[in-house]
């Protein structure tokens, strides 16, 4: 299939189909005698496998660990899993980080009165650099 068939049935943009091949990070597609990109159904199930992974917030360095480790038969579980596992310990710091960020805006916003008068406590702590925001460990 061509690079537009390729590209819908992977659910990723052609520059994005184009860019994960010139990086290495998928097998190129074989060129037809016309120079166009062919892909088969084992590199669109490529295309989908990073797709995901890149939804889940993996790198594009671990995209190719995992990708190894998809194509490899003889493969440990545990590999994977540790792989898994840092990636959701990522993704519980920043969950961590943006609730301590909406914990401290939802105490400026309930303490601004949001009248005609001037004086803000949102805009004072904006300004203020003693009142960086407090990020969860």
């Known amino acids: 299939m061509n690079i537009s068939a390729a590209s ?8 994005t189909v184009r860019y994960y ?10 060129r037809s005698e016309a120079g166009y990109r062919s892909y088969d159904d084992a590199s669109v199930r490529k295309l989908v496998f990073v797709r995901r ?3 889940f917030g993996f ?6 660990e995992l990708l190894g ?6 493969r440990s579980s545990a590999d994977v899993k540790r792989i898994a596992t840092a990636r959701l310990e990522e993704i519980a710091k920043k969950q961590r ?6 914990d401290e805006l939802a105490h400026l916003v309930d303490a601004c009165r949001g009248d005609d008068r001037p004086d803000c406590p949102i805009i004072d702590s904006l300004g ?3 009142s960086e925001p ?3 460990p």
Do not use: F, T, W
């Not at 819908?8 to 520059?15: E, F, I, Q, R, W």
């Not at 091949?21 to 074989?30: H, K, N």
């Open 8 to 15: 819908n049935a992977a659910g990723l943009p052609a520059k």
């Open 21 to 30: 091949a010139d990086i290495g990070l998928v097998p190129a597609p074989v």
């Open 53 to 55: 992974a890149r939804e």
């Open 59 to 64: 790198s594009i360095s671990e995209c190719r």
């Open 69 to 74: 480790l998809y194509e490899d038969r003889r």
């Open 97 to 102: 980080e943006l609730q301590s960020l909406h």
């Open 128 to 130: 203020n650099p003693r």
């Open 134 to 136: 407090r990020m969860a």
